[in-house]
Structures are given as C-alpha cells and as structure tokens.
C-alpha cells in the first residue's frame, strides 16, 4: 500500500505561483511514476504533470507546459508541483497519484493510489 498526502493548496491571484507537495508513504519504492491531476467542478479529471522515479523523465500535456514544472525528493519520498503564472481556468482539486507499473501518463486506471486532493483556487 501506498499513502499518499497533498498540501499547498489555496486562493491566490492570477498570475501568482504555489506549490503542492505530495508525501508518500507506504510501500513507496515498488512505485514507478507519480502523477499529477486536477478536476475542476463539472469536468472530467485530467493529468497535469508525472515524474519517474527512478529516472528524472517528465511529462506534461500542453496545456500546463512551460508553466508547471513537477519534481521529486527521493530521500523526502515527496514529490512537488511548482504552478506558475497561474490562470483562473487553473481553478481546480488538484490530486497527486501513484502509479505501480506505468502504461500511460494521462490514463487515470494507470495509477493504483490517489491522494485526497488539494483545492487550488485562482482569482482574476
């Protein structure tokens, strides 16, 4: 099994930055990737970010590209979503996953445990 925990949620101003952070726990080192999604109210969730363990590989769909950059503490067993330049239509929970064996990045089913979530609202 496998915990995991997000934090850095909040209100801030279009154009503003935050950061979320991911704490794992658990049997951690028999994951393979770790993702970022977000489900804004009325959408489906979609996939923001995912990092390899193992290897520094990351992904990002081209909507949060060049603005969001996830990153990892091995030694920390936590991962990070660094949000910058932030929109309101960025206005979402925000949930980190654990995948144990990765067969698509953007494919919540790839992912056997999922965080709580974390409320990220931005104003304009």
């Known amino acids: 099994q496998v915990q995991l925990v997000e934090s850095g949620g909040g209100l801030v101003q279009a154009g503003d930055s935050l950061r979320l952070s991911c704490a794992a726990s658990g049997r951690t080192f028999s994951s393979d990737a770790m993702g970022w999604f977000r489900q804004a109210p009325g959408k489906a969730r979609e996939f923001v970010a995912g990092?390899?363990?193992?290897?520094?590989?990351?992904y990002y769909p081209d909507s949060v590209k060049g603005r969001f950059t996830i990153s990892r503490d091995n030694a920390k067993n936590t991962v990070y979503l660094q949000m910058n330049s932030l929109k309101p239509e960025d206005t979402a929970v925000y949930y980190c996953?654990?995948?144990?064996?990765?067969?698509?990045?953007?494919?919540?089913?790839?992912?056997?445990?999922w965080g709580q979530g974390t409320q990220v609202t931005v104003s304009s």
């Open positions: 990092i390899r363990w193992n290897f520094r590989f990351t």
């Open positions: 996953a654990a995948s144990l064996r990765l067969l698509s990045w953007a494919q919540e089913s790839s992912y056997n445990y």
